[in-house]
Nanobody, 119 residues
Framework: QVQLVESGGGLVQAGGSLRLSCAGSGSTFGISEMGWYRQAPGKQRELVAAIINGGSTNYADSVKGRFTISGGNAKNTVYLQMNSLKPEDTAVYYC?????????????WGKGTLVTVSS
């Protein structure tokens, strides 16, 4: 099992910045991808950003140029620097890790941290 614990959410005004952190523990061997998803009220959970094998990154179009993901599986931690925040970024942000062992992949999730952006 992999445990993921997020921190860094909160309330910020539009245009402000926040930094989310996620620390993984437990059976972290085999983690190949870490990232962040978010879920706004009444909407489906969506990918925000991911870092794969500690190198390549993937961002949702809506956050490109504003958010930066760093860290990754090498240290079992991942960060999300969020700049120029907009009210539409308001959501619960979830840390995600994908672990692959003997060809079997499993997804792990943190409990989430709330980000509220006021206009």
């Amino acid at each position: 099992q992999v445990q993921l614990v997020e921190s860094g959410g909160g309330l910020v005004q539009a245009g402000g910045s926040l930094r989310l952190s996620c620390a993984g523990s437990g059976s972290t061997f085999g983690i190949s991808e870490m990232g962040w998803y978010r879920q706004a009220p009444g909407k489906q959970r969506e990918l925000v950003a991911a870092i794969i094998n500690g190198g390549s990154t993937n961002y949702a179009d809506s956050v490109k140029g504003r958010f930066t993901i760093s860290g990754g599986n090498a240290k079992n931690t991942v960060y999300l620097q969020m700049n120029s925040l907009k009210p539409e970024d308001t959501a619960v942000y979830y840390c995600h890790a994908k672990r692959t062992v003997v060809g079997i992949s499993m997804d792990y999730w943190g409990k989430g941290t709330l980000v509220t952006v006021s206009s």
